[in-house]
């Protein structure tokens, strides 16, 4: 089956250059002047190997399909992040699968690890988590006349705005697309 650039998204698999790749990230770029392009990186299945490529929006490429498995979290070390799967079996995937969003990694998060010929290439973490915080600065008493949101730490690292009155202790629910602060939990 075949896929048209413009309608490739992050986590598709693609057959191009007689490799399978994934799309890692994938923009559309429109030119002043002239036709626009998707902009791809897409990382080689075999040897993890990223590469920049530029697609005619409807140029088309051959779809592959894969499986998708629902993981369970259990721990991070130098090298990679372990998860476990339904039956209890456990892999260690590549950090940089996960790259900026591991911040957000709790024990027994559910994750969707997609997998092409037995091997991990990409993992969706929930849109939203909740998280405490672990540093903030104290409320200013009084200061009502501005609501301006401050700094704070997460458990995990993850550094957001939050409104004034969250404090440390606080759990928040966060969405991990935009690292915005969404409500109290």
């Known amino acids: 089956m075949s896929v048209r650039a413009i309608d490739l998204r992050r986590g598709l698999g693609v057959k191009f250059k007689n490799s399978m790749w994934v799309v890692f ?22 040897t993890g190997r990223m590469i920049e490529q530029r697609f005619n929006p409807n140029e088309k490429l051959e779809e592959i ?3 998708r498995k629902q993981m369970t979290y259990l721990y991070s ?3 990679s992040h372990v998860l476990m799967d339904a039956d209890y079996e456990q892999i260690e995937v590549p950090l940089d699968l996960i790259g900026d969003k591991s911040v957000y990694l709790l024990p027994d998060m559910e994750i969707e690890v997609t997998f092409i010929e037995g091997r991990a290439t990409s993992a969706e973490l929930p849109n939203t988590v909740e998280l405490e915080v672990v540093d903030t600065t104290p409320q200013v008493k009084g200061a009502t006349a501005t609501n301006q ?9 993850a550094k957001i705005k939050v409104p004034p009155f969250v404090e440390n202790g606080t759990v928040v629910k966060v969405d991990i697309r935009t690292n915005e602060y969404l409500s109290r939990v």
């Not at 429109?30 to 075999?46: E, F, I, R, T």
Request: aromatic share 6%; charged share 30%; proline share 3%.
């Open 149 to 157: 949101n401050k700094d704070a730490v997460l458990e995990g690292g």
């Open 77 to 79: 070390d130098q090298s």
């Open 25 to 46: 990230e994938i923009s559309h770029v429109v030119k002043g002047k002239g036709p626009s392009c998707m902009q791809a990186k897409l990382k080689d299945v075999k």
């Open 65 to 67: 399909f894969f499986d």
